[in-house]
């Protein structure tokens, strides 16, 4: 469970990723459609394009802190290999 932990913190952060992103572009399609059920189009259009766009880009932003974690570990376990094998 616990072996090769770095390479999974990299794959948390893309699996973290992909769900904000998608999440982001429910929510504003979501907020497209209810304006224009709703109140006829206006505001909320644009908002909703921002969302997408935006929370998007919020989602791979905010990953690089858990994927740069996850880089750390999977470095220091094989500095620490290298230092181990020294004769």
């Not at 497209?32 to 997408?52: D, E, Q, R």
């Not at 880009?57 to 740069?68: K, N």
Request: no cysteine.
């Amino acid at each position: 469970m616990f072996n090769n932990i770095g390479s999974k913190i990299k794959g948390l952060a893309k699996v973290i990723t992909w769900i904000g992103i998608i999440v982001s572009v429910i929510a504003g399609i979501g907020q497209m459609v209810m304006a224009s059920n709703i109140y006829g189009g206006g505001g909320l259009v644009l908002s909703g394009i921002l969302t997408i766009v935006l929370g998007s880009l919020a989602a791979w932003v905010s990953s690089f802190l858990i994927y740069g974690f996850g880089e750390l570990v999977e470095n220091s376990a094989a500095i620490a290999a290298k230092l181990n094998n020294r004769p």
